[in-house]
Every structure is written in structure tokens, then in C-alpha cells.
């Protein structure tokens, strides 16, 4: 069964500075594609990042990065140089076979000044 | 395209009444999506569509609940005899046919609250 875990209920970070978001993921599938949502508080799923399994090099757009490590499971997010709007909820999910995706708990990331 | 519209954006019914959501989709994308999202979680599956046929249905998916989406275009949510456990954001997404990088857009969901 395909899962992801994210351990890290909330993060707190200043205005600014990187933060990392943690993310790994259980799959026997070789061939997945992982991504990164953010849910502000109206409810909306804003797509971020992708990374397939198969890409040699890790995601990156704009202040978004993808720590992807194939070996170790894990995907987790880098947002630098955070500002006050990336306050947010934060998901991990994973795509494979049959084009669903499967959501983790996420983490709520609160940005202060 | 203005993206995934949802309608309504909030729901508030009494215990055992029905109610049905919309969700009409990115005109050019033929599959589409349901997710139901309670506090504290992420969102979980509950069925999908290629075009009209109905390809997936996640065991949450009790026998209250039916979606269609007669023609390929927008998609309809029911749930019948609603209970308080049903209480939650219902979210719709839709992805062109690969379905690839960043292929899923979501709406802003219905939330629904049974009382």
C-alpha cells in the first residue's frame, strides 16, 4: 500500500530564513511522482512542486526546492528566504498506478516577523 | 479557464437530509476527482472519472454517497441520509489525461457541516 508520513505537526520559522519540510513515503510501485500542495486557510490546494522517480536531478521552482532521496524514501520540501504569505498548511502526496494521489497529515508552517 | 469551480463553497444540513455538490472542471482535462478532507488531515481519495466512466471508488465511498459525471464535462457529489460524520471540506481536482507534473488542479472545495 502506498503511504506518506509527515512528522512534523508544525514549524515555525522568521521571516526570511530557510525552512525545511519533512516528507518520506512507502511504495513498491518503481515508477511515482511526488508532490508538494499548500493549503491556505480558504481551503484551496495550491500545486507547488513535482518530482518523478525517475528525475536525476532534484525539483526546484522559484523559492521552492525538492530534497528528493530515493534511497532513503524521502522528499522533503526547502522553501527559502520564507516570507509572512507561506503561512500555511503544507502536504506531502504521492502518485502512483491508477493516477490518484495519497495525501500525508501535512504540517502547518507559521511564518513570523 | 478560471480553473476547478465548486458549488457550494458551504453547506450547512440537518441529520438525514440530502445534498448534492458540484464540481465543474478545467474544460480540457478528462479526468476528474473527489477528495474528502477532515480537520487535521490531508485529503482522502474517494473516486475518480475518465471522461463519463467512473473508474475508481475508494471504500469510504459508503453506499450514501454517488458521483456522476454524465458527460465527461462537470461532476455531481451526493450523499444521502447525511450523517455527522460526514461533516468535512469535499474537495474536487481535475488533471488532463497524463496526469503528470503538476497535472492536478483542485477547486476550493464544500464544506460541509451536518448538524
Known amino acids: 500500500a502506498q503511504k506518506i508520513t509527515q512528522t512534523q505537526p508544525g514549524m515555525f520559522v522568521q521571516e526570511k530564513e530557510a525552512v525545511t519540510l519533512d516528507c518520506t513515503y512507502d511504495t513498491s510501485d518503481p515508477s511515482y511522482g511526488l508532490f508538494w500542495y499548500k493549503q491556505p486557510s480558504s481551503g484551496e490546494m495550491i500545486f507547488l512542486i513535482y518530482q518523478g522517480s525517475y528525475d536525476q536531478q532534484n525539483a526546484t521552482e522559484g523559492r521552492y526546492s525538492l530534497n528528493f532521496q530515493k534511497a532513503r524514501k524521502s522528499a522533503n520540501l526547502v522553501i527559502s528566504a520564507s516570507q509572512l504569505g507561506d503561512s500555511a498548511m503544507y502536504f506531502c502526496?504521492?502518485?502512483?498506478?491508477?493516477?490518484?494521489?495519497?495525501f500525508g497529515t501535512g504540517t502547518r508552517l507559521l511564518v513570523s516577523p | 479557464d478560471t480553473g476547478v469551480s465548486q458549488d457550494p463553497r458551504h453547506k450547512i444540513t440537518k441529520r438525514g437530509q440530502n445534498v448534492t455538490f458540484r464540481c465543474d472542471p478545467i474544460?480540457?482535462?478528462?479526468?476528474l476527482y473527489w477528495y474528502r478532507q477532515t480537520l487535521g488531515q490531508g485529503p482522502e481519495f474517494l473516486t475518480y472519472f475518465q471522461n463519463e466512466a467512473q473508474l475508481e471508488k475508494s471504500r469510504l465511498l459508503s453506499d450514501r454517497f454517488s458521483a456522476e459525471r454524465p458527460k465527461g464535462s462537470f461532476s455531481t457529489l451526493e450523499i444521502q441520509r447525511t450523517e455527522q460524520g460526514d461533516s468535512a471540506m469535499y474537495l474536487c481536482?481535475?488533471?488532463?489525461?497524463?496526469?503528470?507534473?503538476?497535472?492536478?488542479?483542485f477547486g476550493s472545495g464544500t464544506r460541509l457541516t451536518v448538524v
Open positions: 474544460s480540457e482535462h478528462n479526468r
Open positions: 502526496a504521492m502518485r502512483t498506478g491508477f493516477q490518484k494521489l495519497v
Open positions: 481536482a481535475s488533471s488532463p489525461m497524463a496526469g503528470s507534473t503538476g497535472g492536478y488542479t
